[in-house]
Protein backbone atom coordinates (compact mmCIF):
# COMPACT_ATOMS: atom_id res chain seq x y z
CA UNK A 1 0.00 0.00 0.00
CA UNK A 2 2.30 2.22 0.97
CA UNK A 3 4.53 2.06 -2.60
CA UNK A 4 2.23 4.56 -4.36
CA UNK A 5 2.01 6.79 -1.28
CA UNK A 6 4.52 9.76 -1.89
CA UNK A 7 6.02 11.52 1.17
CA UNK A 8 6.50 15.28 0.38
CA UNK A 9 6.39 18.90 1.56
CA UNK A 10 2.98 20.58 2.17
CA UNK A 11 1.55 22.95 0.01
CA UNK A 12 -1.40 25.07 0.31
CA UNK A 13 -3.92 23.15 -1.56
CA UNK A 14 -3.35 20.18 1.22
CA UNK A 15 -4.57 22.20 4.21
CA UNK A 16 -8.25 20.67 3.94
CA UNK A 17 -7.09 17.39 3.73
CA UNK A 18 -4.25 17.60 6.56
CA UNK A 19 -7.03 19.45 8.76
CA UNK A 20 -9.19 15.87 8.51
CA UNK A 21 -5.86 13.80 9.71
CA UNK A 22 -5.64 16.61 12.43
CA UNK A 23 -9.17 15.61 13.21
CA UNK A 24 -8.75 12.44 13.87
CA UNK A 25 -5.33 12.98 15.65
CA UNK A 26 -7.29 15.76 18.30
CA UNK A 27 -10.01 13.06 18.47
CA UNK A 28 -7.45 10.92 20.92
CA UNK A 29 -5.69 13.62 22.64
CA UNK A 30 -6.78 14.48 26.28
CA UNK A 31 -5.14 17.90 26.43
CA UNK A 32 -6.74 19.68 22.90
CA UNK A 33 -10.01 19.78 21.14
CA UNK A 34 -10.24 20.36 17.10
CA UNK A 35 -11.24 23.70 16.08
CA UNK A 36 -11.40 23.80 12.27
CA UNK A 37 -10.45 27.63 12.21
CA UNK A 38 -7.63 27.48 14.63
CA UNK A 39 -6.12 24.43 13.14
CA UNK A 40 -6.48 26.18 9.67
CA UNK A 41 -5.08 29.19 10.70
CA UNK A 42 -2.11 27.00 12.41
CA UNK A 43 -1.51 25.55 9.31
CA UNK A 44 -1.05 28.39 6.68
CA UNK A 45 1.42 29.72 9.16
CA UNK A 46 3.70 27.20 9.20
CA UNK A 47 3.06 26.97 5.46
CA UNK A 48 3.74 30.48 5.08
CA UNK A 49 7.14 29.91 6.91
CA UNK A 50 9.51 27.75 5.04
CA UNK A 51 12.56 28.84 6.73
CA UNK A 52 11.32 27.94 10.37
CA UNK A 53 9.12 25.07 9.72
CA UNK A 54 8.68 21.77 7.86
CA UNK A 55 5.19 20.03 6.95
CA UNK A 56 5.74 16.93 5.81
CA UNK A 57 2.42 15.14 3.91
CA UNK A 58 1.90 11.32 2.71
CA UNK A 59 -0.43 11.91 -0.26
CA UNK A 60 -2.07 9.37 -1.74
CA UNK A 61 -3.34 10.23 -5.18
CA UNK A 62 -3.85 13.83 -3.81
CA UNK A 63 -5.31 12.27 -0.27
CA UNK A 64 -3.46 13.37 2.49
CA UNK A 65 -2.99 9.82 4.14
CA UNK A 66 -0.42 11.44 7.18
CA UNK A 67 1.14 14.98 8.44
CA UNK A 68 4.13 15.63 10.40
CA UNK A 69 5.29 19.03 11.24
CA UNK A 70 8.73 20.09 12.87
CA UNK A 71 9.53 24.43 14.03
CA UNK A 72 13.01 25.51 14.89
CA UNK A 73 13.57 26.73 18.35
CA UNK A 74 16.44 28.54 20.16
CA UNK A 75 18.25 26.12 23.13
CA UNK A 76 20.29 27.25 25.29
CA UNK A 77 21.08 23.53 26.68
CA UNK A 78 22.46 22.59 22.66
CA UNK A 79 23.36 26.51 22.06
CA UNK A 80 21.78 26.30 18.82
CA UNK A 81 19.02 25.84 16.84
CA UNK A 82 16.77 22.74 17.27
CA UNK A 83 13.36 21.25 15.93
CA UNK A 84 9.86 20.65 17.84
CA UNK A 85 7.62 17.73 16.01
CA UNK A 86 3.87 18.31 16.51
CA UNK A 87 0.99 16.90 14.77
CA UNK A 88 2.58 13.19 13.97
CA UNK A 89 -0.64 11.83 12.45
CA UNK A 90 -1.09 8.93 10.18
CA UNK A 91 -5.10 8.21 9.36
CA UNK A 92 -6.43 5.09 10.39
CA UNK A 93 -7.07 3.42 7.35
CA UNK A 94 -2.87 4.03 6.36
CA UNK A 95 -1.48 3.09 9.52
CA UNK A 96 0.75 -0.53 10.07
CA UNK A 97 2.40 0.35 6.32
CA UNK A 98 5.72 2.20 7.18
CA UNK A 99 4.44 5.91 6.75
CA UNK A 100 4.83 7.27 10.15
CA UNK A 101 8.71 6.13 9.91
CA UNK A 102 8.88 7.63 6.24
CA UNK A 103 7.09 10.79 7.59
CA UNK A 104 9.85 11.14 10.20
CA UNK A 105 12.44 10.48 8.47
CA UNK A 106 11.42 13.58 5.49
CA UNK A 107 11.35 15.47 8.68
CA UNK A 108 14.66 14.02 10.33
CA UNK A 109 16.35 15.33 6.72
CA UNK A 110 14.54 18.60 6.82
CA UNK A 111 16.22 19.31 10.35
CA UNK A 112 19.80 17.71 9.27
CA UNK A 113 19.73 20.03 5.86
CA UNK A 114 18.93 22.87 7.74
CA UNK A 115 21.76 22.62 10.76
CA UNK A 116 19.03 21.73 13.94
CA UNK A 117 21.06 20.16 16.78
CA UNK A 118 18.34 18.04 18.35
CA UNK A 119 14.72 16.55 17.63
CA UNK A 120 12.17 16.44 19.93
CA UNK A 121 8.84 15.94 20.30
CA UNK A 122 5.38 15.59 23.13
CA UNK A 123 3.32 12.80 22.65
CA UNK A 124 0.24 12.39 24.83
CA UNK A 125 0.51 9.33 27.60
CA UNK A 126 -2.47 7.98 26.78
CA UNK A 127 -1.71 7.18 23.43
CA UNK A 128 0.12 3.89 23.99
CA UNK A 129 0.47 2.94 20.09
CA UNK A 130 2.05 6.59 19.46
CA UNK A 131 4.51 5.70 22.48
CA UNK A 132 5.01 2.00 21.51
CA UNK A 133 6.19 4.08 17.88
CA UNK A 134 8.41 6.31 18.89
CA UNK A 135 10.25 3.58 20.94
CA UNK A 136 10.17 1.29 18.13
CA UNK A 137 12.02 4.14 16.13
CA UNK A 138 14.49 4.73 18.35
CA UNK A 139 12.96 8.12 20.56
CA UNK A 140 14.12 7.39 23.95
CA UNK A 141 12.04 9.38 26.45
CA UNK A 142 13.35 12.02 28.75
CA UNK A 143 12.78 12.69 32.39
CA UNK A 144 10.86 16.03 31.24
CA UNK A 145 7.30 16.88 31.34
CA UNK A 146 4.90 19.74 29.73
CA UNK A 147 3.04 22.37 31.66
CA UNK A 148 0.86 24.64 30.15
CA UNK A 149 -1.20 27.43 31.42
CA UNK A 150 -4.61 27.84 30.65
CA UNK A 151 -5.63 31.04 32.01
CA UNK A 152 -3.33 33.06 29.07
CA UNK A 153 -3.61 35.61 27.78
Known amino acids: ?64 AGMCQAQTLISTAEGDYVAYIEDMVIHESYRRHGLGKRLLSGVEEWCRKNGLKRIQLLADLSNEP ?21 DYP
Open 130 to 150: ALNFYKKNNWAQTNLICFRRM
Open 1 to 64: MSDNIVIRHAVKDDVEGMLRVLEELFGIEEDFHFDHEKQRKGLNILLDNPERCCVMVADKDGEI
